[in-house]
């Protein structure tokens, strides 16, 4: 499975953004998870979506951003409100086919990552 992240680019605080997640196969039995990395920050867990699409959030995002996926179109999306300048990362999309949800915070427990899109939080 091959992905690619769209999307990213700047943006005002308090201004949104969605910034989506492209698979090359079908990713209908994937949970699909979103991280962040800052300049000089470790990469973050933001946010995962089963293939049951039941949702988590890291608490930096909660009542902000919102995971969804399309399965027709292979794609997930993230939709971000009330973006603010600790905002600003590199953002990755990642897919697991059997994630073990108490590590669905963990980069490893995922098999497959996109390029990563720059998200740039002006304030």
């Known amino acids: 499975v091959q992905l690619q992240a769209s999307g990213g680019g700047l943006v005002q605080a308090g201004g949104c953004l969605r910034v989506?997640?492209?698979?090359?196969?079908?990713?209908?039995?994937?949970?699909m998870g979103w991280f962040r990395q800052a300049p000089g920050k470790e990469r973050e867990f933001v946010a995962m979506?089963?293939?049951?699409?039941?949702?988590d959030y890291a608490g930096s995002v909660k009542g902000r951003f919102t995971i969804s996926r399309d399965n027709a179109k292979n794609t997930g999306y993230l939709q971000m409100n009330s973006l603010t300048p600790e905002d600003t990362a590199v953002y990755y999309c990642?897919?697991?086919?059997?994630?073990?949800?108490?590590?669905?915070?963990?980069?490893?427990?995922?098999?497959?990552w996109g390029q990563g899109t720059l998200v740039t939080v002006s304030s």
């Open positions: 989506s997640c492209a698979a090359s196969g079908d990713i209908f039995r994937y949970a």
């Open positions: 990642a897919v697991s086919r059997q994630l073990i949800l108490s590590r669905s915070r963990e980069a490893p427990a995922y098999d497959y």
């Open positions: 979506i089963g293939w049951n699409r039941r949702t």
